[in-house]
């Protein structure tokens, strides 16, 4: 018997070591290169609420929940007459200062000029006549013919036609000089201003008209034609569709694999063998837990990286929420800059 079971035995044996060995091969193989690496994450979609920048009473809003916007499409308005006033008002005052302006630049017309020179001239009659009064009045007094009151009277008269001479006199050649240069530069400034106010006014009036920043599809109108707006309450929500973002996770240990730049497929359940081309956007500096709504075959608790992926979406298949699966080359896709991925419509 024992001689029966001592094939058997060292068969047994034989079977272990086999086994060992295969599973120690396995165990330290070597590991092929990995080309591919894969992360899930879930659709973000860029979300922005248009305001008005000042207050007014909503007049239109042509756009119903779910319309496609295009760029510059006006989503509502306010209504606008309290602003077209200002602007009126507005340059109005412009041009009175515009006028006002040019009149100092101008400087004094002849007529004026020939008018301030015939106030010298009948400044310097009047003198003359006082004059000769002056001295027909003093040989009568000397003589005394007249009182001495008479000739007091007479030179109180002679020295106002002095002044009077110097008065029109300073007043041509003021009238010569024309304005002053600080008078100049104050009006100048004033129709700077005026301008200005004119350009608020303007822009103020043009922003009774709300457009859409970009491309998107509205998700749901806060206000109402009739409502009251201000610039702290949102109009309208609209999503910008296109690029849209994946927010993903990587594990620590393949974190050093990803750039910003690298080139990335997104794929989705929901249009199984249509990938979308994308890249990477962003990489977050802080680790985190992994969260609950991605769907992994590693161990939740693990502490993960939010790597945000961009991804083309022109005809909207890609929406908010929406569990994908990212794949990123690893071979042959070097990082480039960010600006060079745009996403054509």
Not at 179 to 190: F, G, M, N, S, V
Not at 234 to 243: D, E, G, K, Q, R
Not at 313 to 323: D, E, I, S, T, V
Request: proline share 7%; with cysteine; glycine share 6%.
């Amino acid at each position: 018997m024992k001689n029966k079971k001592r094939p058997l035995i060292v068969l047994l044996l034989l079977l272990v070591l086999v086994l060992a060995g295969g599973a120690y091969w396995w165990s330290h193989r070597p590991q092929p290169a990995v080309n591919m690496l894969t992360l899930y994450g879930n659709i973000d979609i860029r979300q922005v609420q248009l305001a008005f920048n000042d207050a007014g009473r909503v007049t239109e809003l042509p756009l119903q929940e779910g319309d496609a916007v295009r760029k510059g499409q006006v989503v509502a308005r306010i209504d606008p007459v309290r602003y077209q006033d200002a602007v009126d008002r507005a340059q109005a005052a412009l041009l009175a200062q515009q006028s006002e302006l040019a009149k100092l630049r101008a400087g004094n017309r002849p007529q004026e000029i020939a008018q301030a020179r015939a106030a010298v001239a009948a400044a310097l009659a009047a003198q003359a006549n006082a004059k000769a009064t002056y001295a027909r009045q003093k040989t009568l007094v000397e003589s005394g013919f007249l009182p001495r009151q008479s000739l007091d009277n007479v030179t109180q008269q002679l020295e106002t036609a002095a002044a009077e001479v110097q008065r029109a006199q300073q007043g041509l050649s003021l009238t010569l000089q024309g304005p002053r240069k600080e008078d100049i530069a104050a009006a100048q400034a004033l129709a700077q201003a005026d301008t200005s106010a004119l350009a608020l006014a303007q822009r103020q009036l043009a922003d009774t008209v709300l457009r859409a920043p970009d491309d998107g599809v509205v998700q749901s109108r806060i206000l109402e034609v009739g409502d009251m707006a201000a610039p702290q309450t949102p109009v309208i929500t609209l999503a910008l569709n296109n690029p849209v973002w994946v927010r993903a996770y990587a594990p620590e240990t393949e974190l050093g694999k990803l750039a910003p730049g690298m080139r990335a497929s997104i794929e989705s359940d929901s249009f199984p063998g249509q990938p979308f081309a994308g890249w990477i956007g962003a990489i977050s500096p802080t680790a985190e837990f992994t969260p609950k709504s991605v769907e992994t075959t590693e161990l939740r608790a693990q502490l993960v990286y939010r790597v945000r992926v961009y991804a083309c979406n022109p005809a909207q298949k890609l929406r908010l929420g929406m569990p994908v699966t990212v794949r990123v080359p690893l071979l042959n896709n070097p990082p480039q800059a960010t600006s060079a991925h745009v996403c054509t419509h």
